[in-house]
């Protein structure tokens, strides 16, 4: 069993089917713990709120989504207390603030950031970081 800290990518793929939505739901079904910070929920919510926008799902639809979403047992972290790291991070990688606060908080507690944005992990590069992240779509 393994500890992750997930962004919201990966929670996205648990609930719409997406590249690598069934990796990312083996992945957490096979977690000891999960963790983010807590903006993973504005940018879960973001998302979902978009796709009612392009009509791809209703608007009661995203409330029921939602409520399931929050049920995911996702051990959430104040994203006040990770901002410094982050913006460190955020400097030093040239990634957005946003992607370095899911970096920050991996690296504090010292277990993998588990991502679907393969961009991230791309910039990331062979880096010092790169070893702190795993892609969702890689094998293991």
Known sequence: MK????DASILLK????????????????????LQAPDLLWVEASYVVWRRVRRGEITAP?????????????IKTWATLDL???????AVDTGRTLYDCLYLALAVRED???LTGDERFVTALGRGQWAKRVCFVGSQG
Do not use: N, T, W
């Open 3 to 6: 500890k992750f800290v997930i």
């Open 14 to 33: 648990l609930f719409f089917a997406e590249e690598h939505s069934d990796a990312a739901v083996q992945y957490v079904k096979g977690a000891q713990e």
């Open 61 to 73: 639809d995203a409330a029921s989504l939602m409520s399931e979403m929050v049920r995911v047992p």
């Open 83 to 89: 901002v410094p790291a982050a913006l460190a991070l």
């Open 111 to 113: 277990v993998p950031l």
